[in-house]
Every structure is written in C-alpha cells, then in structure tokens.
C-alpha cells in the first residue's frame, strides 16, 4: 500500500514562493503520474500540475509560467515550486498518484493549507 506525505505549506504574502512536496512511501511499479490538485472552499478539486514517471509535465493554463513541476523517481518524491503566488491560489493542495500497473490505482496526500495573503 502506498501512502502520500505531504510537506511545505504555508501562509506567504502576494509574489511571494513556496515549495510543496509529497513523499510517496512503499514501492511503485510500471508507468505513473504524480501531481498535485487544490481545492479552494466552495470550489471543485482542480488539476495544478501532474509530471509523469518518465518526466513529462503537464499544467494548468492558470499557473503556468509560475509553477513548477519535477519529481525524483529515486525517492519517489515530487516536487511543486510555485512562484509569484496570487490570493487565487489560495487552496487546499492534494498530492496524487496514478499508478497503471495491474489496473489502475489512485492515491492522495492528507492534504496541506496555502495561504496567500494580498
């Protein structure tokens, strides 16, 4: 069973940076994506950036050019630089893990709070 560790969040003023990142624990076998999600009160669980295991990124058109993926596959551990925050990205962020090896297997972090304040 895999378990997801999230570390890095935050309060941090508008332009600021925070780096989040997840530690998946256990080992993970055959092609997977990780990434993570927010979830801003009242609002949808929506897609921040996910990177596949063999290194290819992905973004939101709402972070780009600020955020940035990466991951060690060594340690199976990703990575999420965010830069120039706004108040908008003000959120619950969620590590993810899709896993596609005998099936298809979904994993989430606990969560961790950004905050940014304007």
């Known amino acids: 069973q895999v378990q997801l560790v999230e570390s890095g969040g935050g309060l941090v003023q508008s332009g600021g940076s925070l780096r989040l990142s997840c530690a998946a624990s256990?080992?993970?076998?055959?092609?997977?994506?990780m990434g993570w999600y927010r979830q801003a009160p009242g609002k949808e669980r929506e897609l921040v950036a996910h990177i596949t295991s063999g290194g290819r990124p992905n973004y939101a058109d709402s972070v780009k050019g600020r955020f940035t993926i990466s991951r060690d596959n060594a340690k199976n551990t990703v990575y999420l630089q965010m830069n120039s925050l706004k108040p908008e990205d003000t959120a619950v962020y969620y590590c993810n893990l899709d896993v596609y090896y005998s099936g298809y297997t979904k994993y989430w972090g606990q969560g961790t709070q950004v905050t940014v304040s304007s």
């Open positions: 256990g080992s993970i076998n055959g092609f997977n994506v």
